[in-house]
């Protein structure tokens, strides 16, 4: 029999980030956390390198660069929180698109491979990418607006025009940068691909920070109202059946969150309060959404 007063004690492990403990759920996926090797920079490179072809096709370099730079702000705003909060994911995976699609990607998104441990970190999660994604995107379009052009009167070509739909960041800069309210029909504002960019950046925002299900704004929901978030999510989720008819993608995006789930699942540890500093970050998302979002997104002008 060992003597005890022998046995060398073991080292206690060092946690990610000391003001979080070691993650307490065994993990779901097996392998080295955060990986980072061949086969993930492969993705991740190649998804990225394909996806900045189709975004180049669809709108040039210019669109292509600004896009791309919100996306990837977003994403790597989700991955990091979820590093600092050693919650198990992946690098970004960006979804590119055919050309025919107006966007050129269908956005990016992580894998989180873990469950979340508590409120504090799946608000920090879950907000980290809107945020960063807007604070990219406001400068984005910004430049855009600058190089954009405005003509007085209706546009004069005879081919169809795609009308894009303001939301109130964009009436607000363009009221500012180009001094003329994009809703009037006597102003015709030729948007330059880094407007464009920017516009799209923040329309991905909205979509995701709607709060349903796993979305970010699910997250972000849950956190501040935890036990409101499945009666949120059905109001929004029927408020997009009505709004469909204006913009049958609205349909689809519904369609997409029902399949995926309304509801959001539990953090392994629900008592841990959130900081003043969470609830600033989840307020500023909700502020983000309604700024951002666009009833009427698309619509095609003859």
């Not at 072809?53 to 990091?80: K, M, N, R």
């Not at 939301?167 to 504002?189: A, Q």
Request: a negative charge; aromatic letters at 14%.
């Amino acid at each position: 029999m060992e003597n005890e007063s022998h046995r060398r004690p073991e080292p206690e492990k060092e946690p990610v980030n000391p003001d979080y403990p070691e993650y307490p759920y065994p993990p779901i996926f097996s392998g080295p956390r955060f990986p980072i090797n061949f086969k993930t920079l492969s993705i991740f490179t190649g998804l990225f390198s394909v996806t900045v072809f189709t975004t180049w096709l669809v709108g040039g370099p210019w669109y292509s660069f600004g896009l791309i730079l919100i996306l990837a702000s977003h994403e790597f705003g989700h991955y990091w929180a979820c590093r600092l909060n050693n919650v198990n994911a992946s690098l970004p995976n960006f979804i590119p698109a055919p050309p025919i699609f107006i966007a050129g990607t269908m956005g990016a998104f992580i894998m989180i491979k873990e469950p979340i441990p508590n409120r504090r970190a799946l608000m920090e999660i879950g907000a980290s990418g809107p945020i960063a994604g807007f604070v990219v995107a406001v400068p984005v379009l910004v430049v855009g607006l600058l190089n954009s052009q405005v003509s007085m009167g209706p546009s004069l070509t005879t081919e169809p025009n795609i009308f894009f739909g303001s939301s109130l960041i964009l009436w607000g800069m363009t009221e500012i940068v180009l001094g003329v309210n994009p809703m009037v029909t006597d102003v015709t504002i030729t948007l330059h691909p880094l407007a464009y960019a920017g516009w799209l950046g923040m329309f991905f925002t909205a979509l995701n920070l709607l709060p349903m299900g796993q979305l970010d704004g699910g997250h972000v929901i849950y956190s501040l109202f935890q036990s409101k978030h499945a009666l949120l999510a059905r109001l929004f989720f029927i408020a997009l059946i009505p709004l469909g008819f204006y913009w049958a993608g609205w349909w689809i995006w519904a369609g997409l969150v029902f399949l995926l789930g309304l509801k959001h699942p539990p953090v392994l540890d629900e008592t841990v309060p959130l900081e003043p500093k969470h609830c600033f970050a989840g307020y500023l998302s909700i502020f983000i959404l309604i700024v951002t979002f666009v009833p009427v997104p698309f619509d095609l002008i003859q």
